[in-house]
Structure formats: structure tokens, C-alpha cells
């Protein structure tokens, strides 16, 4: 058996992970927050594109609570970065229909 015939193009040729996204993938879903940052008001009040990061995580990734030593609890937004291409992508097109909904679209980056 070769080596391209084991392992599927989804897939590292040397250890068998799944491939996680790229560079440019990473670039134009930071470009789709910075768009909303720039775009979207709600309640009249400006948010930064970090923010807008941390709201679709935890709006279309799900949180994680986190006991602290203290007994308080924090709500954390799951990652992006453990995402495969293909769970990266489902994100971003999520991300980008809820932009669109909103009238907000990447051509205007363009």
C-alpha cells in the first residue's frame, strides 16, 4: 500500500491528524469580524472585532464552564483552533449567513 492511497487528503501525510485550516482561511474569517465591528451597532454601542469573535464562538461553538479555585465559575467560548477544515469552514459560512441576514456582506471589503 502507498502512502497516498492511506492517508486521505484531509489528512497530515506524516502523522494521520486531520488538517487544520490555513492561513488565509484564518485571515478572512478575522476580515468577516472586522466587517461586522465596522457594520454592526446593536444597541447604538461599537464592539471590536475580538469581541465579535468571542460572541460567534460562544453563539455558534458553545461555551465551556470553568471552576476557578475561588468556587467562581467562568463561562468560556470553545476554540476555533481544534476545529478540523472541515468544522472551520461550517463556522465560517455560519458566521458569514448571520452577517448576511444583517445585509452585511464581504464584497464590501472589496
Not at 492511506?6 to 506524516?14: A, V
Not at 465579535?52 to 465559575?73: A, E, I, T
Not at 467562568?74 to 458569514?96: C, G, H, K, W
Amino acid at each position: 500500500m502507498t502512502t497516498t492511497a492511506r492517508f486521505r487528503s484531509d489528512r497530515c501525510p506524516s502523522c494521520g491528524r486531520k488538517a487544520k485550516r490555513s492561513n488565509p482561511a484564518n485571515a478572512r474569517l478575522w476580515l468577516l469580524y472586522h466587517l461586522a465591528a465596522s457594520k454592526l451597532k446593536p444597541g447604538d454601542e461599537s464592539y471590536s472585532a475580538e469581541q465579535f469573535h468571542y460572541y460567534y464562538r460562544s453563539r455558534f461553538l458553545g461555551c465551556d464552564d470553568v471552576r476557578l479555585p475561588n468556587g467562581k465559575v467562568l463561562t468560556i467560548p470553545r476554540s476555533t483552533a481544534q476545529l478540523d477544515v472541515d468544522e472551520f469552514n461550517a463556522y465560517m459560512t455560519a458566521v458569514e449567513a448571520d452577517l448576511a441576514e444583517r445585509d452585511i456582506f464581504m464584497e464590501e471589503l472589496v
